[in-house]
């Protein structure tokens, strides 16, 4: 079974100051990781995944995220956060045999505050 | 450009009674699938389909029930509504042979059961 675990309900962060938003993963073989972004009343976004290579991955609006296969995470990042990044952020994990699937983690509310 | 719909927006409905969600794609994308979205639990699946006549259970099925007669549609019935079947309902649809995985959202639909 594969899962994955954001383990910050909430993350407060000042404008201009960098964010991360975490995340946490386990499933069989390599994953396929990906962010999705959900502003209120909102359908969720794709910013970014990843699935092979740089272990960097830049996405949309300057999000960036850094995949670590010894800590099975895939942390969120942008150098400097604006007002307009508060959201909702959904890390979500694909796993061998799990067909085309993906597992959501309970998502982390981004509050940027000027 | 092509996009997913969901209709209706809003429903309010009584218990009992049965409801049928709207999803339409025009991705041209084979499969397609059905979230609830509820605070603490994150987005939890409740039905898939990979193609025409495809149908898979997810995570959440009791009391729900999909069709696929088209490649562009996948309605979600909730055969006798419960109050328990308040949420915010996410349709989203992916490629079936680009490897990537990714899924592309709905606005949503915001379901009441009273």
């Known amino acids: 079974a594969q899962s994955v675990a954001q383990p910050e309900d909430q993350v407060n962060v000042a404008e201009g100051n960098p964010l991360t938003v975490k995340c946490t993963y386990s499933v069989s073989g390599n994953p396929y990781l990906f962010w999705y972004v959900q502003y209120p009343n909102r359908g969720l976004q794709f910013l970014l995944k990843?699935?092979?290579?740089?272990?960097l991955v830049k996405g949309s609006y300057g999000f960036e995220a850094e995949f670590n296969k010894s800590q099975t995470s895939f942390h969120l990042k942008k150098p400097s956060a604006l007002v307009s990044d508060s959201a909702l952020y959904f890390c979500a994990v694909r796993g061998l045999n799990a067909g085309n699937m993906l597992t959501f983690g309970g998502g982390t509310r981004l509050m940027v505050k000027p | 450009d092509a996009e997913i719909t969901q209709s209706p927006r809003h429903k309010i409905t009584e218990t009992g009674r049965q409801v049928t969600l709207a999803c339409h794609q025009t991705w041209n994308h084979n499969n397609m699938f059905w979230y609830r979205q509820d605070l603490g639990h994150g987005l939890r699946l409740i039905h898939y389909?990979?193609?025409?006549?495809?149908?898979n259970k997810g995570e959440v099925s009791d009391g729900y029930s999909v069709s696929r007669s088209n490649t562009e549609d996948l309605p979600l019935t909730l055969e006798s509504a419960a109050s328990s079947q308040t949420s915010v309902y996410f349709c989203?649809?992916?490629?079936?042979?680009?490897?990537?995985?990714?899924?592309?959202f709905g606005p949503g639909t915001r379901l009441t059961v009273t």
């Open positions: 389909s990979y193609g025409v006549q495809d149908t």
């Open positions: 989203a649809s992916s490629e079936r042979t680009s490897g990537s995985y990714e899924q592309y």
């Open positions: 990843y699935i092979t290579g740089d272990n």
